[in-house]
C-alpha cells in the first residue's frame, strides 16, 4: 500500500471539506427552490447608461422563439436603423412581429410634435399586443427614452402594465426608466457603464451596435 505524502493528505481534506461545503450549499439552494411555486407574465425592465438593454432583452426574445412562444417587438425609436437581429428575427414570421413605429432618435428628428405623434402610436400598438392574448413576451424597446421626454404619459402605462395579462411577459428598454416603472416592475437590471469605445473615438459597428 502506497503511503500519501503530507501535501496529498492536505489535498485530500481540502477537497473532502470543499464537497461537503458544496453539498451544504446545494441543500440550502433546493430548500430555496422548492419554496418558488409562482409562474406567469413579468414585467421586466433594462435600464442603465451601459451598453446592452436592447441585446439582453433580444436574448431573452431568442429564449421565447425556442420554447415556440409568440413574440411582438414595439421599437419605440431605432425605426430608422437596419439591425441584424431584425435580419434574423425576419426568418421566424410565424412568431416574431415587429412593429417599427419609431422614426430615429429624438436629436435626429429635431421635430417633438412628430416625435411624440410616432410614440404615441407606437404605444398603441403595443398595447394591442399585449392585451391581445397572442404573445408571451412583448418587448418595448426604448419605451424607457420616450417616457423620459413624456411623450406619453408614465401613469397610463404604469397602470396598463400593472394590470396585464398573466399570460405574457413585457421587457421595456433604455435608460432613465421612470421611478413609477422601476416600482411597478418584478425584474429590474440597471447596465452600468465601465468603460466604453465610444469615448475613444470608435464609431457604432455591425455585429456590436446593430
Same mark, same amino acid.
Request: proline share 2%; glycine share 8%; aromatic share 6%.
Given at each position: 500500500?502506497?503511503? /500519501?505524502? #503530507?501535501?496529498?493528505? /492536505?489535498? $485530500?481534506? *481540502? &477537497?473532502?471539506? $470543499? ?7 446545494? !441543500?440550502?439552494?433546493?430548500?430555496? +427552490? ?11 425592465? &433594462? ?8 441585446? *439582453?432583452?433580444? @436574448? ?6 425556442? &420554447? ?24 421566424? #414570421?410565424? /412568431?416574431? !412581429? ?23 402610436? $407606437?404605444?398603441?400598438? @403595443? ?7 397572442? %404573445?408571451?413576451?412583448?418587448? +418595448?424597446? !426604448?419605451?424607457?427614452?420616450? +417616457?423620459? %421626454?413624456? %411623450? ?12 396585464? #395579462?398573466?399570460?405574457? &411577459?413585457?421587457?421595456?428598454? @433604455?435608460?432613465?426608466?421612470? #421611478? *413609477?416603472?422601476? !416600482? ?22 455591425? @455585429?456590436?451596435?446593430?
Amino acid at each position: 500500500m502506497t503511503e /500519501q505524502t #503530507p501535501n496529498e493528505d /492536505q489535498d $485530500a481534506e *481540502a &477537497h473532502a471539506r $470543499a464537497n461537503e461545503k458544496r453539498r451544504k450549499h446545494k !441543500e440550502a439552494k433546493d430548500r430555496i +427552490l422548492a419554496k418558488k411555486t409562482k409562474t406567469g407574465g413579468l414585467l421586466i425592465v &433594462h435600464t442603465g447608461k451601459g451598453k446592452g438593454k436592447t441585446t *439582453a432583452a433580444m @436574448g431573452m426574445v431568442m429564449r421565447c422563439i425556442g &420554447h415556440g412562444m409568440k413574440v411582438g417587438i414595439v421599437q419605440f425609436v431605432k425605426g430608422a436603423w437596419e439591425t441584424g437581429e431584425r435580419d434574423v428575427l425576419d426568418t421566424f #414570421p410565424d /412568431q416574431v !412581429e415587429i412593429a417599427v413605429m419609431g422614426e430615429g432618435f429624438t436629436w435626429e428628428t429635431q421635430d417633438r410634435s412628430r416625435d411624440i405623434v410616432a410614440a404615441n402610436k $407606437a404605444w398603441e400598438r @403595443g398595447k394591442e399586443m399585449i392585451a391581445s392574448g397572442e %404573445y408571451g413576451f412583448v418587448l +418595448l424597446d !426604448e419605451i424607457n427614452i420616450v +417616457l423620459r %421626454y413624456d %411623450y406619453i404619459d408614465i401613469d397610463e402605462v404604469v397602470e396598463f402594465l400593472s394590470n396585464k #395579462p398573466l399570460s405574457v &411577459h413585457v421587457a421595456c428598454t @433604455g435608460r432613465n426608466a421612470k #421611478p *413609477a416603472l422601476i !416600482e411597478a416592475a418584478d425584474l429590474v437590471t440597471e447596465m452600468t457603464e465601465i468603460k466604453h469605445h465610444f469615448r475613444a473615438d470608435f464609431k457604432a459597428q455591425s @455585429g456590436i451596435e446593430f
